[in-house]
């Protein structure tokens, strides 16, 4: 399943793949695939999303944010639950589902 989320100019493309996701994303100019290790992540956002980690060291804030991402997914059954889940937690970064493109058929447009 791809999904294509906007925020202004800035184009987000994420496969997910069974319980995997890569992100789809444009840096300096080089278009470029990664998982959520290859994102640059903001400490700050980490932080307001797990409170708990306040006042410790930025490099130990970012590998608990990943741990906890992937273990929250790995929890998760389906690619739908997944969508969801992903829609939710970037739609509170500013950023809409355009698109969604299913295995198998046409993309579907998202209106919001």
Same mark, same amino acid.
Do not use: C, W
């Given at each position: 399943?791809? =999904?294509?989320? @906007? +925020?202004?100019?800035?184009?987000?493309?994420?496969?997910?793949?069974?319980?995997?996701?890569?992100?789809?994303?444009?840096?300096?100019?080089?278009?470029?695939?990664?998982?959520?290790?290859? =994102?640059?992540?903001?400490?700050?956002?980490?932080?307001?999303?797990?409170?708990?980690? +306040?006042?410790?060291?930025?490099?130990?804030?970012?590998?608990?944010?990943?741990?906890?991402?992937?273990?929250?997914?790995?929890?998760?059954?389906?690619?739908?639950?997944?969508?969801?889940? =992903?829609?939710?937690? @970037?739609?509170?970064?500013?950023?809409?589902?355009?698109?969604?493109?299913?295995?198998?058929?046409?993309?579907? @447009?998202?209106?919001?």
């Amino acid at each position: 399943m791809l =999904l294509t989320f @906007l +925020k202004g100019s800035e184009v987000i493309v994420i496969k997910i793949v069974g319980k995997q996701i890569f992100f789809n994303i444009v840096q300096n100019g080089v278009p470029m695939q990664t998982t959520i290790e290859g =994102l640059k992540l903001n400490p700050v956002t980490i932080v307001e999303e797990f409170p708990d980690l +306040k006042g410790k060291p930025i490099v130990e804030i970012k590998k608990e944010g990943v741990r906890r991402f992937k273990e929250h997914i790995a929890g998760m059954n389906t690619q739908e639950e997944i969508k969801n889940y =992903l829609e939710i937690d @970037l739609r509170k970064h500013g950023f809409k589902l355009t698109m969604i493109h299913r295995l198998g058929h046409r993309p579907q @447009l998202v209106k919001n």
